[in-house]
Every structure is written in structure tokens, then in C-alpha cells.
């Protein structure tokens, strides 16, 4: 029986991309940097994944993705920006102002906390995650949050879910899923800590071979199925 699920909150519980689009046009217009084009948005998106993987895989340290990000896209645009360090503050403030909740994610999270604990476990950068924890309402909602910056370590590492337990209390790895849109970090997460795994997978992407997938959902409310 699982009592406690550990949620993914950017591309799960939340929806990044449009966060992430309206914060760098407002940054875009803060700095007079010019327009930022949905096709720019878009390339920047992939550099930001690209880091993002490179930190999961531990070939660099978060200080690395926030500004080596910017940094490969300007120079991609062709744009000479130099205050990126300064950008890059602004930016994690404004990632907090764009509230889209995935799924109606938050009817079911408050749905489920009769039923299981819930808990968020997350890469993100503490200024960003916590201002989007308060305005989204998660932060009063869960039992409890676990951010990389705080843990001392990144998902998928084995230890950052051992910290995780740690504080919550051990359990059996049936009792425990986690629920995450990113494979690499997420589901080999889940895979490392040896605790069920529920991908989710709203664009229908291919399953991947190597990883173990317990279940794959398409939405979130898939989940009331499982537990």
C-alpha cells in the first residue's frame, strides 16, 4: 500500500514553460535587453535543459547551469549582455509569478491528504521553488518540502532521497512513489532510491529502455487509480 508520494513540482504539480516564458520576457523588458520571441524562448529552453541534465548527471554544480545557461544563449542570439548574475536574481523571482497549475494539481493533491502523505522533492533553486510554494499554495498544502539548495544534494542522486527519509521516516520502497515528468532526474531518482516510480507523461513521449517505470500516466489524476 503506498502512504506517502513524493511530487515533482516544475512540469508535474506545476507547469514550468509558461512560467519560464513570462519570466524572461519580463527580464527580457527589466534590462532593456529587447524582444523575446517565442522561437527564442524556445532555444533558450533547450539550453536550459541541457544544463539542467549536465547537473542531474553531476558533470556541473547549479552555479554552473544558472549562469552558463544565459550565458550560451546570448551568445547564440548574438546578444552582448553582461550582468547576467544580476539577470539571473531577477529572474528567479519571477519564475514565482506565473501560477498554472498541471491538471487541476491542486484539487488533487488537497484530495489525497486523507489518503497519503505528501511531500515535494525538487532541483529547483530555493528562491524560485519557495516563492512558487507560497503563491501556489502547495507550501501550506503538503506535509513538507525538500529542495536541492537545502538538502545539499540533487535528484537523482541516491543521497539526496536518503535525506528525504532521513526526516520523514523510513518506509518499504512499495510504500513510497514518487511522481515526476523528467526521466533523468525523477524516475532514476525514483529507480536509485529503490521506490516506485510513476511517470508522468501528458506529451506521450517514447518509454525509454534502462529505467524501471512502475506506472505511466498521461494526467495527474491517473494517480487516485494507483494508491
Known sequence: MIKVILWDIDGTLLNFLAAEKN???TCFSQFGIGECTDEMIARYSQINKKYWKML????IDKPAVLHGRFAEF???EGIEFSDIDALNAEYQQRLGDTIEYCDNSFELVKSLKSRVKQYAVTNGTAVA???KLTRSGFGELLDGVFISDSVGYEKPRKEFFDTVFAEIGSYDGGEVMIVGDSLTSDI?????AGILCCWYNPEHDERPDGLRIDYEITDLNEVKNII
Open 56 to 59: 542531474e548527471a553531476g558533470e
Open 74 to 76: 546570448f551568445a547564440s
Open 129 to 131: 521553488q519557495s516563492r
Open 188 to 192: 532514476r531518482g525514483g529507480n536509485n
Open 23 to 25: 519570466a524572461i520576457r
